[in-house]
C-alpha cells in the first residue's frame, strides 16, 4: 500500500511539465515545500515490516531527490525558454547601436585646424621627409658650420651617413619647396622634427611644426603681422591677442618671436605663462636674402615671410593638458578623450 503510493509519487514527479514560473513553483510547494506530499509517506515508516522498511526507506528517498532534480531541471529550462521568448521581440533588420570607433589623437586635432585656417588664405600643403639632409636643413637655411643647432648635442645624426639626419625642424621644407617651385609661393609644411632633448614633462626629443612660407614681390613684415594676427583669432578666438618679440634665427632678418595672451586669472594660467600671462607659440621673420639666393630666388625682385609653430605647446594650451608625454605614450585611457570631426 505504502509503496504503491511511493511508486505513484514517483510517476507522477516523472511525467509533470510544468508550462511557467507559477506551475512550477506549484510543483516546487507540492513536493519540494514544508508541507510537500512526500512527508507523510515518512511518517508511515513504523507501519512498515521491518524487513522492507530499508526498501521503503530508499524508495522515498528516490521519490525525494527525483523531486529536487526534476524541480532544477525544470528551472533552467524554462529560464531559457523565457529568454528565447524576449529575443523574439528584437528587430534583428534594426540597425546596430553606434559602435567606439577611436578617437583622433590631440596632437592631429590641433595640426588639422592649423592648415585649415591657412587654407583659407590660399596656403597649400607642402609635405616632405623627415630624414633630410645637412644641405636643406641647415646650410640652404643660413646655418653655418659652426652654429649650435647642429651639434652633436642637439641633432640625430644616421650614423652610417654622416650627410643625413632628422629634421630638427620643418624649415627644411622651405628649402626644398623653393629649390623645386617659382614664386609665388605660399605654403605650410606640417610634420614631425627630431632635437636631441632630455625628454621632460615640457620638452620631448620628437615633436610637431607647422612652417609658413610666403614669398612674392613686395611682401612686408606688415603682411606677416597681419597673418599672423589672422591666425591668433582663428584658433583662439576674436579676442585673440599677440605680441611679437625681437629675436634671431639664423635664415631670417628681421626675426621674432610670437607670443599669445593666454590670460592670468587661475593658478595654472600663472604656471603656463611662468607669471607673464604669455606664451610663446612660434618664431617667425622676413626670409633672409641669403637664403633666397641659397635656393635660386632673386632677392632683389622677391621678399617673403616665413614662420614655424610648435604643434604640442599649442594643443597642451588648448587641452589643458600638463605633460607632453601623455601625447606620446597612446594610453588610451588618454587618447580617448579626444574627438573631433576634422
Ligand atoms: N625653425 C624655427 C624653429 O624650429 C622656427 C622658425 C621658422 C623661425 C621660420 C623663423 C622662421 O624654431
Same mark, same amino acid.
Given at each position: 500500500?505504502?509503496?504503491?503510493?511511493?511508486?505513484?509519487?514517483?510517476?507522477? %514527479?516523472? @511525467?509533470?511539465?510544468? &508550462?511557467?514560473? @507559477?506551475?512550477?513553483?506549484?510543483?516546487?510547494?507540492?513536493?519540494?515545500?514544508?508541507?510537500?506530499?512526500? $512527508?507523510?509517506?515518512?511518517?508511515?515508516?513504523?507501519?512498515?515490516?521491518? *524487513?522492507?522498511?530499508?526498501?521503503?526507506?530508499?524508495?522515498?528517498?528516490?521519490?525525494?531527490?527525483?523531486?529536487?532534480?526534476?524541480? +532544477?531541471?525544470?528551472?533552467?529550462?524554462?529560464?531559457? #525558454? &523565457?529568454?528565447?521568448?524576449?529575443?523574439?521581440?528584437?528587430?534583428?533588420?534594426?540597425?546596430?547601436? !553606434?559602435?567606439?570607433?577611436?578617437? +583622433?589623437?590631440?596632437?592631429?586635432?590641433?595640426?588639422?585646424?592649423?592648415? +585649415?585656417?591657412?587654407?583659407?588664405?590660399?596656403?597649400?600643403?607642402?609635405?616632405?621627409?623627415?630624414?633630410?639632409?645637412?644641405?636643406?636643413?641647415?646650410?640652404?637655411?643660413?646655418? !653655418?658650420?659652426?652654429?649650435?643647432?647642429?651639434?652633436? &648635442?642637439?641633432?640625430?645624426?644616421?650614423?652610417?651617413? $654622416?650627410?643625413?639626419?632628422?629634421?630638427?625642424?620643418?624649415?627644411?621644407?622651405?628649402?626644398?619647396?623653393?629649390?623645386?617651385?617659382?614664386?609665388? %609661393?605660399?605654403?605650410?609644411? !606640417? /610634420?614631425?622634427?627630431?632635437?636631441?632633448?632630455?625628454?621632460?614633462?615640457?620638452?620631448?626629443?620628437?615633436?610637431?611644426?607647422?612652417?609658413?612660407?610666403?614669398?612674392? $614681390?613686395?611682401?612686408? =613684415?606688415?603682411?606677416?603681422? *597681419?597673418?599672423?594676427?589672422?591666425?591668433?583669432?582663428?584658433?583662439?578666438?576674436?579676442?585673440?591677442?599677440?605680441?611679437?618679440? !625681437?629675436?634671431? =634665427?639664423?635664415?631670417?632678418?628681421?626675426?621674432?618671436?610670437?607670443?599669445?595672451?593666454? /590670460?592670468?586669472?587661475?593658478?595654472?594660467?600663472?604656471?603656463?605663462?611662468?607669471?607673464?600671462?604669455?606664451?610663446?607659440?612660434?618664431?617667425?621673420?622676413?626670409?633672409?636674402? &641669403?637664403?633666397?639666393?641659397?635656393?635660386?630666388?632673386?632677392?632683389?625682385?622677391?621678399?617673403? =615671410?616665413? =614662420?614655424?609653430?610648435?604643434? #604640442?605647446?599649442?594643443?597642451?594650451?588648448?587641452?589643458?593638458?600638463?605633460?607632453? +608625454?601623455?601625447?606620446?605614450?597612446?594610453?588610451?585611457?588618454?587618447?580617448? *578623450?579626444?574627438?573631433?570631426? %576634422?
Amino acid at each position: 500500500m505504502e509503496f504503491e503510493r511511493a511508486e505513484q509519487l514517483l510517476t507522477e %514527479i516523472k @511525467e509533470a511539465k510544468p &508550462q511557467n514560473t @507559477e506551475e512550477l513553483e506549484a510543483f516546487r510547494i507540492k513536493y519540494l515545500g514544508s508541507k510537500n506530499i512526500i $512527508k507523510p509517506l515518512f511518517s508511515l515508516m513504523g507501519k512498515i515490516d521491518p *524487513q522492507l522498511r530499508k526498501d521503503y526507506g530508499l524508495m522515498l528517498n528516490k521519490v525525494k531527490t527525483t523531486a529536487e532534480e526534476k524541480y +532544477r531541471q525544470l528551472k533552467i529550462e524554462l529560464a531559457d #525558454e &523565457q529568454q528565447t521568448e524576449s529575443r523574439k521581440g528584437i528587430d534583428l533588420t534594426a540597425p546596430p547601436p !553606434p559602435s567606439h570607433k577611436g578617437s +583622433r589623437h590631440p596632437v592631429d586635432i590641433v595640426m588639422n585646424r592649423v592648415i +585649415r585656417i591657412f587654407s583659407k588664405i590660399g596656403f597649400a600643403l607642402a609635405e616632405d621627409r623627415e630624414i633630410e639632409d645637412d644641405w636643406h636643413n641647415f646650410t640652404a637655411m643660413n646655418t !653655418p658650420e659652426d652654429h649650435p643647432a647642429r651639434d652633436m &648635442q642637439d641633432t640625430y645624426y644616421l650614423r652610417d651617413f $654622416k650627410n643625413l639626419l632628422l629634421r630638427t625642424h620643418t624649415s627644411s621644407v622651405q628649402a626644398r619647396v623653393m629649390t623645386s617651385q617659382k614664386p609665388p %609661393i605660399r605654403i605650410i609644411a !606640417p /610634420g614631425r622634427v627630431y632635437r636631441n632633448e632630455t625628454i621632460s614633462a615640457r620638452s620631448h626629443c620628437q615633436f610637431h611644426q607647422v612652417e609658413g612660407l610666403y614669398i612674392d $614681390k613686395n611682401v612686408s =613684415f606688415a603682411d606677416l603681422k *597681419q597673418t599672423l594676427l589672422y591666425y591668433a583669432r582663428e584658433m583662439y578666438g576674436p579676442d585673440a591677442k599677440i605680441r611679437l618679440r !625681437p629675436s634671431y =634665427f639664423p635664415f631670417t632678418e628681421p626675426s621674432a618671436e610670437v607670443d599669445v595672451y593666454w /590670460g592670468l586669472e587661475s593658478e595654472t594660467d600663472h604656471r603656463i605663462t611662468k607669471g607673464t600671462g604669455w606664451l610663446e607659440i612660434m618664431g617667425c621673420g622676413m626670409v633672409d636674402p &641669403q637664403v633666397l639666393t641659397n635656393c635660386g630666388i632673386d632677392p632683389e625682385v622677391y621678399s617673403g =615671410f616665413a =614662420f614655424g609653430m610648435g604643434i #604640442e605647446r599649442q594643443a597642451l594650451l588648448t587641452y589643458r593638458i600638463e605633460d607632453i +608625454r601623455w601625447l606620446f605614450e597612446n594610453d588610451i585611457r588618454f587618447l580617448r *578623450q579626444f574627438h573631433s570631426a %576634422i
